[in-house]
């Protein structure tokens, strides 16, 4: 059992866990930030994704005593009122079936379009295939990314 | 306007039984629940303001009195928009504004509610005349409550948008006005039900309910349930089908390993007790690991050294939909190779007759030509991205469940035989699944939660990891089909021949198309037993014949030397006009016009040269559905460009979240063509996980799917199942265009194609 600082979503948390814990059950056991979801636990189906410093990251892989200083942002707090362009994209094309794995792909396309404002179908397939949608809303999903940043 | 009679003791009905639904299926009772958590449609930003106080119409709805409606969904939601679509039905009757409702779930209550059940794609057809009467009567309650407030016959007053009008005086108020006298009115004699061209919410799309609270991460699933003071708990079950727990070698060093709480075996049946039909388990005995952290109880899992022994064969008895049956399990671990050996065995074979139409014998006897081919499927693991997990507190006889679940009806009976208790001590409510595809109607976990609960006295949350949800089993089964097609000399079509079968169960449907259509026609069909367990996978045995009937139409007309879709519409006309045989569970008008559709959207045969198409259609769960699908090959790697898709499935109800559903069976049925597959080595899954078994993703996904659906006034029928198994035989087809190359084996990726 270690004592581990943490930023996430702009708070300073500090938790009691195992040094060697994942990020994501740290987040879902510990912080009660259940948005960030468990799907296979080996990096393979990007439900757990989380911003670290801005860039798209696999909670699953990151031990919490790695995580240091760098800030974590959640589902919870990717917008202060849910209104994050990427989340109103998803509104807007109505793209959750289920809904388990959308907080991954928002995490994973909110990544993408801050970097690549525009991205390709190439670039949206290379920064999505992580994240699967066993429901099968990939097509929504690619649709509401292109219209984030589409002008007119 | 229609009316429909309503006597005065339906206001009981209403009140206190299952509207809709409630015998549709042999009257079991379904279950949903949320946490009464409040949703918002309408706007993005504000939902409904909250009024002071509520009125209970019906069992269905109450009104606040500053008119905002909550009407709870009696159906669990697991993505497929019931949340959204039924409060829009019984809305659409109670002639609301829909930015004043608010979607909530029912709670698992079967008095109320009936069936809540979640599969067969019944939802919206079970519950439509319910709903709708829900809403009607309702309305006529509030009209009653404003005549007598206004003192004017009932007959001259009109409703609008949750408001209600009396021309003649030139009065008006809201429905939240009357709410409370409403709610203490008899139900009214009559019920008078909108005309489908007045419906101004049905038909028009609505955004889902809970997308707001989806895409801003808020506690929606059974996994993420909390409540204070709960444990997490993981179970291990034995790494082969056909094996049993023998005994846990290291209990005590694993119990002292930090924040674990306890280990202990369970057991999910008594022995000898009988099942319901849905109570499906490979691994009645578990080791369960509890403690305090879902991290630490993982480590625990791993450092647990267990031995197993093998299971001996047996026989239980099961008492289902079908009545009492007996399932005989062998024993033994079994190997992916043997079950191909077995099943081409078999399917050399003679089978078990179930329908036979004129002297087929005697057509291919005498055939100038006979076309045969063979088709077979894998085993396929649901893999809902929500891991199966449950909720359970058992504080001494009282027994609380909540988790995700498609029938909780199913289940309570079980845990309360399992516990000695009466069904009335145990409650479960329902939460939003993450996915369920058959999958989550066998709720075993809801069971093992419970008992692990009672054995450590504590609440406690059960997760499964995501390899013990894939080894699980409750798998598709794999299948195999065999069809011959008679040819004279002529080059008509004299007779076919169907024989399927597969491990543990045949997928044959002896009586759907081209049964009807073909004078001489026989289907057989044979299993094997196996103690690999099967479940309900989305248009269970569907999803393979399907594939396999569409893929050898395509051939046969081809053969025939006719044009695919000309061919199916040729043996559609016949099934109409000279219909063989009385037992045809389809109509072959609205299968005729999916196929029409279809060509029509996909603009077939209008210059598409050079693009590689495929089509098919079926009928399945009450609805029709047609695709063609156009795929090109790069680097020996399929492409779908396009999917054009038509659907009969009656009226929609809300016509966007339709096509996405549509637009998720068909990507699920192109993953699933192309990769889907679990096998077995001595009786182990050799897919554990996402990194072995394949999934579809984003740059697999057709680029366009274009959803159309025929234009109806029927009432409506399944939608969540019917365009997912067409979708096999339409990749089969393009993939042969594109390649000159036909597969009749899945996953067609078994392989690089060619070109
Ligand atoms: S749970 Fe982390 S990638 Fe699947
Ligand atoms: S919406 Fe269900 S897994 Fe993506």
Redesign the interface.
Known sequence: MATINLTVNGKSRSVDVDADTPLLWVLRDQLQLVGTKYGCGIGSCGACTVHVDGLAMRSCQLRVEQIGEQKVTTIEGLSEHGDHPVQRAWLAHDVPQCGYCQAGQIMSASSLLENTPHPSDVEIDAAMNGNICRCGTYTRIKAAIKSVNAVG | MSTSANSQNRRNFLKTTALGGGGLLLGFNWLTGCTGKASQPGS??LGPELPESWHDINAYLKIGNNGTVTIYTPNPE????VMTAMPMILAEELDVDWKDVISEQAPFNAEKFGFQFTGGSRGIMSRWAGLRQAGATARQMLIAAAAQEWEVPAEEITTKAGRLYHAGSDRAMGYGDVATVAAELPMPEEAPLKDLKDFSIIGK?K??V???E????????G??Y?KEGML?AMIVHPPSFGQRLERIRNLDEVKAM??IKDVFAIKTYKDGQEKGGFDTNAFPELVAVVGD????V??AKKALLVDWQEQEAFEESINGFRGKTSRKVPAGLENSAEHSKRMEEMAAQPAREVRKDGNPELAFRTADRVLERSYSAPFLAH?????MNAFAHVEGDQVWIAGPLQAPGLIEPTIAARMDLPVENIDIEMT??????GRRAYSHYMLEAALISKEVAAPVKL?Y??EDDMTNGIYRPTYQATYRAAIDANGELTALHVKAGGIPESPLFANRFPAGSIDNYLAEEWSIDSNITIGAFRAPRSNFMAGAEQAFLDELAEELGKDPIDFRLELLQKAKDKPVGERNDYDPERYAGVLKLVRDKSGWGQGDEGISRGVSAYFCHNSYAAHVLDLTVENGKPVVQKVTCAIDCGVVVNP??AA??A??????GV?NAFFGEMTFTDGKPDKQ???SYR?????E?????DVHFVASEVDPTGLGEPPFPPVFGAVANAIYRATGERRYKQPFMGKPLKG
Do not use: Y
């Not at chain 2, 697991?78 to 928009?81: E, H, M, V």
């Not at chain 2, 637009?663 to 699920?668: K, S, W, Y």
């Open positions: 993005v930003d697991f993505g497929q928009g799309s955004k889902n809970q997308g707001r989806i895409v801003t991460g808020k506690p929606l699933f996994i993420d909390h997490t930090p924040g952290a879902t991290w630490r993982m480590k893999n809902c991205m929500e891991p939003r699944m993450g996915g369920g595809f997760i990891s995501r966007d979240a996405n559903m637009e998720g069976g068909i990507v699920d993953g996980n996402f990194d999934m579809i993703r984003m740059s996904a057709p680029k366009v799917i």
